[in-house]
């Protein structure tokens, strides 16, 4: 019961992009830590569709391949019945906490702590705190694009900061949301150290002997930012000066700040860690731009399409549901008449469910005062509807890279493996022999 493990969901960073940065001079001695006691590579799925975050963390949480596990889109893991090394590791008799694992359900007895990502309808554990950064995280994220917050989300976060970070980080963190303002990539960088704060105080509390902590703002950073990056030398891949200036380096501030994290990690004694990204990024080959519906709900209304709820998703994704299969049909072959300018689908994929629908905004050029989206009875202004998100400067790969401390390293999978095997060093480490 001694047994400690802290596990670092570290979505998506490319550690060969690190390495460059520290062969440039840059200063990152924690990242330069792992490296130089060893890092193995993982790998994902095959095909460019199904390399996906919401695909290979449930293939971490499982032990299970794409093909196995069947979880395609980002929140369905509510309908899976695959078990997941959170609740294996509870019922050996290991207590355990986790905060925003990515597609991941809580389905254990009692944790010490759970808090789902914003984007899973799972239930986060029952205590007072969890519950009010769960709503606010979501609420949050979900309206990332639009930068808004509403009055509630302030308040939980402000009592979460108050309740769960040491004052001693008070100063430093007031700071840095201050030198967020009007810089979208420092607010996601805020909201990660908010989070790793709020895990480290719940890890000392709680003291479980397996903890999850799932961080995002580096893959949504190299998705938004990767051409102002010092090590992309291509002089086509720049993002217009209307969208960032060349002066700065988002890429390498958000090495920064994981590299602080990781160095205060490195120090914990008695406790073993693993880090993964699961998947990583490189550049994007073009421009492509990316929006979100500012009102899903008046979108599809205005459209005169029927609908039970819609839910919104991450980024372009939203869930439609219907009251019955044929109403869904209906509105699939509606929305798939939707054009832009006449010319172009507004939604190139659409997933019909029976009586849901998943939808992704797939328009990839700029929107503009001049761009319409109509159908056959409906003209209106495309621009009204949505909100810019960002512009696509990084792409999903294969490869992923992974740590183990030295005393889980035994049991850390050959280099090259399929991503699921770091499931088996967990349950490996605890003993822990499972028949699926």
């Known amino acids: 019961m001694k047994k400690k493990l802290i596990f ?15 062969k440039r001079g840059k200063k990152l001695p924690g990242f330069n830590k792992l490296i130089s006691n060893g890092i193995i590579t993982t790998n994902a799925e095959d095909e460019y569709k199904n390399i996906e975050p919401w695909i290979q963390w449930p293939s971490v ?10 979880v395609f889109r980002l929140g369905d893991f509510v309908n899976s019945s695959e078990n997941q090394f959170f609740e294996k590791v509870e019922d050996a008799g290991f207590s355990v906490g986790a905060i925003s694992p ?20 799972t239930p986060c554990d029952r205590s007072f705190f969890s519950k009010s950064i769960s709503n606010a995280i979501s609420q949050s994220v979900n309206d990332n694009s639009q930068s808004k917050l509403t009055l509630k989300t302030i308040v939980n976060l402000v ?10 980080r008070f100063i430093p963190m007031f700071k840095f949301a201050i030198r967020s303002i009007g810089k979208p990539w420092r607010k996601a960088l805020f909201l990660d150290m908010l989070l790793y704060e709020i895990h480290k105080t719940l890890h000392k509390r709680k003291n479980p002997n397996f903890s999850i902590l799932f961080l995002n703002a580096g893959a949504h950073i190299q998705h938004h930012y990767f051409f102002n990056s010092i090590v992309i030398d291509s002089p086509e891949l720049k993002n217009p000066p209307w969208y960032i200036k060349n002066t700065y380096d988002p890429i390498f501030e ?6 602080e994290m990781l160095l205060d990690l490195l120090r914990l004694s008695g406790t073993e860690i693993i880090i993964a990204t699961g998947l990583s990024q490189k550049p994007f080959s073009h421009l492509k731009f990316y929006y979100r519906f500012k009102n899903h709900s008046l979108f599809l209304k205005e459209f005169g399409i029927k609908f039970a709820n819609v839910t919104p998703r991450m980024t372009r994704d939203f869930l439609i549901s219907f009251t019955s299969e044929e109403e869904a049909l209906l509105a699939e072959q509606q929305l798939s008449n939707i054009l832009v300018d006449n010319k172009v689908k507004l939604f190139a994929e659409i997933d019909n ?12 050029f700029e929107i503009t005062s001049n761009t319409i989206v109509s159908d056959s009875k409906k003209t209106v202004s495309l621009q009204d509807l949505v909100t810019f998100v960002a512009i696509k400067n990084g792409e999903h790969q294969s490869k992923g890279f992974a740590y183990f401390s030295n005393g889980i390293s035994s049991f850390a999978p050959p280099s090259g493996n399929h991503v699921s095997m770091i499931h088996n060093s967990v349950l490996d480490f605890f003993k822990i022999r499972v028949n699926d």
Do not use: C, Q
Not at 159 to 165: E, G, M, N, P, S
Not at 254 to 259: C, Q, S, T
């Open 8 to 22: 670092i969901e570290l979505n998506e960073i490319n550690f060969d992009v690190v390495s460059s940065y520290i």
């Open 61 to 70: 949480h499982t032990g299970k391949t794409f093909k196995e596990h069947k």
């Open 102 to 121: 990515m597609n991941a359900t809580n389905k254990m007895h009692n944790p010490a702590y759970f808090i789902p990502d914003p984007w899973t309808k």
């Open 159 to 168: 009592l979460a900061f108050v309740a769960l970070v040491k004052p001693a």
């Open 254 to 259: 958000m090495l920064k700040v994981y590299d």
């Open 353 to 364: 469910r029976g009586k849901e629908i998943f939808v992704v905004l797939t328009y990839p």
